[in-house]
């Protein structure tokens, strides 16, 4: 048996796991290894989980042990198995591996994807923060115009105890707390509950397929809401992938965006409205090169501002999406575009007053600026994000998060929510492609 370690972030690397290397003879997964999420490492991966030849469990270290753990337990693999890295980074990672001895591996979409006995749409990315989630309600919504009942099943965040988490399945807001959810799960799974969709997630993505096609709801339609840039779990019979012109060359050079972008029927070019051309031109001229045949529709990231007032005139605090600012590299959001165009006096720098994890955070990310990530992944997380907004001197905040954050911890200062939706801009659009889609079955 080869001796293997995955090399992941409590997602792909699990399921790479579940669907290429449980009850395989040929191998022995050794060790799973933990990065970008704060506190995912010292766990096990269960034996519940892991199949009749794991009976102790496969524990999880910190990635910075890899190099240590190769020779120690005598691994001859590493599979890498999470996304949105840097290609420098990727192969950074690979040198270290080969240094130490193993072989560096990464699965194509062949070995892990699942075949659905219903009809599957993907939506994905080639960034983190690119507008997966908008592109993903727009479809729903469009589904839901035929008259076919949609489940979503959304990529992996199992942070709490993975045994628990095999299968969640989320259809009121009293979901979220039954199942513990961290403020990043909540952003994801909270606007499909709030439109009256049953949203999956989990461990066991075979699993999970199996109950979302016989859920008692009823299922016409599967969507695959993706995560970070990573190509899908599930063989899609049509792949949607955005892109996003604020970081233009990004789909070229960060791993598996340009997986997913090869693989898309569709691409939509979003945030065209605060993009400037000339990187618009360039992203366009990058799909063309790797990916000619697909679709390509051009879409705006539409902003509502609860109440406005509040931002005009004021020093505003503004509050983002948290793996958009930090792993997703991106230096502004909807908050900051909101700010700017309904006249913020000014943007608070948080960064003097922020405590605990929140301050690890800007220690790890220090390009994200004078905006605040809404990192949620432990309640000490959320106790830091709420104690520095409230440390921090502001007239007011501004939250651009996809949840009511006022829900999940408290706000004692004058706060305004920001809403994105997405619209296409001419023709093509996604109602036509939906159309043809639903024609096709």
Request: a negative charge; aromatic letters at 8%.
């Amino acid at each position: 048996m080869k001796k293997v370690i995955i090399i992941g972030a409590a997602g792909r690397d699990f399921h790479n796991f579940n669907t290429y290397y449980r009850n395989n003879p040929a191998y022995n997964v050794v060790a799973f290894t933990a990065a970008q999420i704060p506190d995912i490492a010292d766990r096990k991966y269960p034996a519940s989980l892991a199949g009749e030849l794991y009976p102790q469990g496969i524990p999880i270290y910190a990635q910075d042990e890899l190099e240590a753990l190769i020779p120690k337990l005598g691994a001859e693999e590493c599979v890498f198995s999470y996304s949105d890295i840097s290609y420098y980074d990727v192969m950074a990672l690979s040198a270290k591996v080969n240094a130490a001895g193993a072989d560096f591996v990464l699965l194509g979409y062949k070995n892990t994807m699942i075949k659905s006995t219903k009809p599957v749409i993907a939506v994905g990315a080639v960034r983190t923060g690119c507008g997966k989630s908008q592109t993903s309600r727009r479809i729903v919504e469009l589904l839901m115009e035929h008259g076919l009942k949609v489940i979503a099943i959304r990529h992996p965040m199992p942070y709490g105890d993975l045994e628990a988490q095999k299968v969640q399945r989320f259809a009121t807001i009293d979901d979220l707390a039954k199942h513990q959810c961290t403020i990043e799960e909540m952003e994801e799974y909270e606007p499909h509950i709030a439109r009256g969709n049953v949203i999956y997630a989990g461990v066991d993505y075979e699993a999970i397929l199996r109950a979302a096609e016989n859920d008692p709801a009823g299922c016409d339609v599967i969507l695959w809401d993706g995560g970070n840039n990573d190509f899908p779990f599930y063989k899609p019979d049509l792949m949607v992938t955005v892109v996003d012109p604020h970081r233009p060359g990004h789909e070229l050079s960060y791993y598996p965006g340009e997986v997913t972008l090869r693989i898309s029927d569709v691409v939509v070019i979003n945030k065209i409205d605060s993009a400037n051309f000339e990187d618009i031109q360039t992203v366009r001229a990058n799909i063309n090169k790797v990916n000619p045949g697909a679709t390509v529709i051009e879409a705006a990231s539409t902003i509502t501002v609860e109440d406005p007032a509040l931002i005009k005139g004021n020093r505003v605090l503004v509050v983002e999406d948290g793996p958009t600012l930090t792993h997703g590299e991106m230096k502004i959001g909807a908050g900051i575009v909101a700010a700017r165009r309904f006249g913020a006096a000014e943007l608070v720098d948080p960064r003097a007053t922020a405590i605990g994890k929140l301050a690890e955070t800007f220690e790890i990310y220090p390009n994200i600026g004078s905006l605040l990530p809404a990192m949620g992944y432990g309640e000490e997380q959320m106790a830091d994000l709420a104690a520095t907004i409230d440390n921090t001197d502001c007239d007011a905040v501004v939250i651009a998060t996809p949840i009511d954050l006022n829900r999940v911890i408290k706000i004692s200062k004058p706060n305004t929510k920001v809403d994105y939706a997405l619209q296409e801009i001419g023709q093509p659009n996604l109602e036509e492609v939906i159309g043809e889609f639903v024609s096709a079955f």
